[in-house]
């Protein structure tokens, strides 16, 4: 008899000053919260050869700079950025954290800003994910072997203003492609998720050079929520919780 592991049932998505980021104001200590697995707001680096003393993985790093100019950094003095040149190749820019134990619930955090001539059309990943046992794009998902969730925008014709539509790029099990399915806002699964980064990826950026910096990140066992007592103008973080 097979026996499936039970699901954790899926809860609203906390919102506001409500998680970890509150008792933490400014992100200061952040990292040493019991629930908080990783943090990094990238200050500790010279250049962007220091992320591989904490991030398991990293793609194109001919591609990835740690900014320091005031307009890109949310808070602090620096930030990641991720660039694409303007050519017709396919360019995937990534920073990889494996995450062990792997968990049933991951809540992920981070600020983000996309460079004002940014011109994406067609396929491109651009924003965060947590995935489970990922091996490669192409490989659909049968709800045991791998499954994959990407919060990022998505242009696919001109009428759609830069960056494109928010919404959810997810290798469900009922998947209709080889490729994963996109989920607009308007399963039982024995994985745990072991991995997530923070991507800019695109399959032919031929309109132009595409450039995109992020800050700030955290992830943790329980919510975490904006930085709090920050004296920058507020911005608007990206929360992405994954239930399983």
Same mark, same amino acid.
């Given at each position: ?31 040493? $919260? ?61 920073? +990889? ?7 049933? +619930? ?11 001539? *940014? ?61 994963? $399915? ?13 991995? *997530?980064?923070?991507?800019?990826? +695109? ?42």
């Amino acid at each position: 008899m097979h026996h499936v592991a039970p699901s954790t049932s899926a809860q609203p998505l906390p919102e506001g000053n409500t998680g970890i980021a509150a008792r933490h104001p400014g992100d200061v200590g952040i990292g040493s $919260d019991p629930a908080v697995i990783f943090a990094d707001d990238f200050e500790s680096y010279s250049s962007a050869a220091g992320l591989a003393s904490r991030w398991n993985n990293l793609y194109q790093t001919q591609n990835i700079r740690i900014a320091t100019e005031s307009g890109n950094v949310f808070s602090g003095n620096k930030a990641l950025e991720f660039t694409v040149p303007q050519q017709s190749a396919e360019v995937s820019n990534a920073a +990889v954290r494996f995450v062990n134990p792997a968990l049933d +619930v991951l809540f992920l955090r981070y600020y983000a800003k996309f460079d004002t001539g *940014f011109n994406v059309l067609g396929s491109s990943h651009n924003g965060a994910l947590i995935s489970a046992n990922y091996c490669c794009p192409g490989v659909p998902a049968d709800g045991t072997n791998k499954f994959l969730v990407s919060y990022e925008a998505w242009r696919d014709d001109t009428a759609t203003a830069n960056p494109g539509r928010l919404n959810v790029y997810v290798y469900p099990p009922e998947q209709r492609d080889i490729y994963g $399915d996109h989920f607009f806002p308007t399963g039982v699964v024995t994985l745990k998720i072991n991995q *997530f980064e923070i991507d800019l990826h +695109v399959r032919g950026n031929n309109l132009a050079l595409a450039r995109k910096w992020y800050d700030n990140v955290v992830a943790a066992t329980s919510y975490i929520g904006p930085m709090a007592g920050s004296a920058l103008t507020p911005g608007s973080p990206t929360n992405l919780r994954l239930v399983q």
